[in-house]
């Protein structure tokens, strides 16, 4: 009889296009699924993206087996689990003698580094596929960044837009005569503006099982397990997808950056984290927006939005991810050493503005880019935050956070930690911004509108001290000279005070007083 190949899927690799599942041989070859407690606890992971993954994982291996794939899953609680990949690989491979083993590649630099020592570790051959679900591979982007000193998202978007014929006319023009309009994007929220009614899915009993099982393994584990709403099939995942497109996407785009008291989703797909886990592909989900233009449905400027989101945003930042790790994770260009505050983990702050985004985090492991950027992101920026200590708790508390995607998001977007690679200037807000595009502000302890004194909102003093700090990197930056020339207007008493006051904001930070 031929040795099998011993195929392994991670939790992440949950498509039946990768060629890891496409190319198996159904009579012969077996497929690896393994649940470790390695995985599920590197970082304090929220239990629902535990639950989810867990659950999509065993949905996954029982449809591959009723296509008749012969699956080797082992479940958390199972004799014998090593809990670790290695391990799981290693025993599958004593005990049914394969041939080689197949894998696709990883989506983590850590897990990438584990798989080449697993070579030495193995007595047969390791081969390592390509992640074939993206749509720029790595050779594509390393062509693209050449000798580029700055990585602007815009024109990689562009090429990405005409490489794959998205809102694209046939004379090679963009769609609307236009490849960007995310201008018509930025509306405020308006009176009213709620979030549209939202999918659930029965849960089987896979499901039920899954939910039991992280309830007793991961007790004092972060965030809030139920209700838990998630798909966790490509079936239901294909069902959300539907639904963003007929009955929320056409609102998506004048109020994708307004936030809202009470509103945890508004008008976003909630889809990431099917696309990232494989439930979902990124060019269906990009052809499905923009057949919901071309049928009427759906105005420009919200396809395109969506669209640059996964198209250009998306696969820009595994780009980046890939060329410049590991190296990448210790950037720190604005030696920020805060630690990060307990209200991150724990959501006791007087400030609205966190504690809103931080319960959305808590209950639904998900809160959208703007919440991500603007208050949880700004906050650890201007207050100088450890970027290692804000990119693990990105990375844990997100059911859609993978390390390709979470980090560059983390280190250069938010905080600017990669000295600009990524973005042209920090986005660095006060409260005026968080006060313009939400309501968090009313009834806060805190006024968007003071600066200093008992009721002054710590964004506003530490907006001025970040800029103060590092005038020498920004002070010449093209995109900055009005807030510095109103930061010299001011005069030396008014600058002092602001000081003053972002240095009691941060004793109180330290102390659980904010």
């Keep these: 009889m031929t040795p099998p190949v011993l195929r392994v899927i991670l939790g992440d690799q949950l498509s039946a296009r990768l060629d890891v599942v496409a190319a198996a041989d159904r009579e012969n070859d077996v497929i690896l699924m393994a649940e470790v407690m390695a995985e599920a606890s590197y970082v304090r992971h929220h239990v629902k993206k535990i639950a989810f993954l867990f659950s999509a994982m065993r949905h996954y291996a029982e449809a591959l087996r009723q296509s008749g794939f012969t699956v080797r899953y082992v479940q958390l609680d199972d004799p014998g689990n090593t809990q670790s990949l290695d391990g799981e690989i290693l025993r599958a491979v004593e005990e049914l003698g394969p041939s080689r083993v197949v894998v696709t590649e990883p989506g983590e630099w850590r897990l990438s580094e584990g798989f080449e020592a697993l070579r030495l570790a193995l007595p047969v051959p390791l081969d390592i596929l390509p992640d074939t679900r993206f749509l720029c591979t790595h050779d594509q982007f390393n062509a693209w960044a050449g000798a580029r000193q700055e990585l602007r998202m815009e024109f990689f978007y562009r090429e990405m837009r005409r490489r794959h014929s998205i809102l694209m006319e046939p004379d090679g023009k963009p769609t ?27 849960k089987d009993a896979i499901t039920l ?71 979902l592909y990124p060019l269906e989900v990009c052809e499905r927006a923009e057949a919901a233009f071309r049928a009427g449905a759906v105005p420009l400027n919200a396809a395109e939005g969506f669209i640059r989101q996964i198209l250009g945003w998306r696969e820009y930042i595994r780009g980046v991810y890939w060329r410049f790790m590991p190296d990448y994770a210790a950037r720190n260009a604005l030696q920020a050493s805060e630690a990060l505050p307990w209200f991150y983990w724990g959501g006791e702050t007087k400030m609205a503005c966190m504690a809103e985004v931080l319960a959305h985090t808590h209950e639904h492991a998900y809160s959208h880019h703007i919440q991500r950027l603007m208050i949880t992101g700004n906050f650890a920026l201007i207050a100088g935050i450890d970027p290692a200590a804000v990119h693990e708790w990105y990375l844990a508390v997100y059911a859609d956070a993978y390390e390709w995607v979470e980090m560059p998001n983390t280190l250069g977007m938010a905080l600017h930690a990669d000295g600009g690679l990524l973005a042209s200037k920090p986005y660095a807000a006060s409260g005026n911004y968080i006060n313009k595009m939400s309501n968090y502000c009313r009834g806060c302890a805190y006024d968007p509108k003071v600066a200093v004194g008992e009721r002054a909102c710590p964004f506003n ?24 020339s109103t930061w010299d207007r001011m005069g030396e008493t008014k600058q002092a005070a602001l000081l003053d006051q972002a240095k009691a904001h941060l004793l109180a930070m330290r102390e659980g007083r904010l």
Excluded: C
């Excluded at 003093?461 to 510095?484: C, K, Q, S, T």
């Design 461 to 484: 003093a530490l907006y001025w001290d970040f800029l103060a700090r590092h005038r020498e990197r920004f002070g010449g930056n093209a995109r900055m000279p009005y807030v510095y």
């Design 176 to 202: 609307g005569g236009r490849w960007n309009f995310d201008a018509d994007n930025r509306k405020p929220p308006k009176a009213g503006l709620t979030s549209p009614p939202r999918l659930s899915f029965a």
């Design 209 to 279: 099982d899954v939910l039991d099982l992280v309830r007793t393994r991961f007790p004092d584990g972060y965030g809030q397990l139920e209700p838990f709403h998630f798909a966790v099939t490509r079936r239901q995942a294909l069902r959300e997808l539907e639904h963003f497109a007929t009955e929320i996407l056409p609102r998506f785009g004048d109020y994708q950056d307004a936030m809202v008291k009470g509103e945890a989703f508004l008008n976003h797909s909630l889809l990431s984290a099917y696309i990232n886990a494989g439930l």
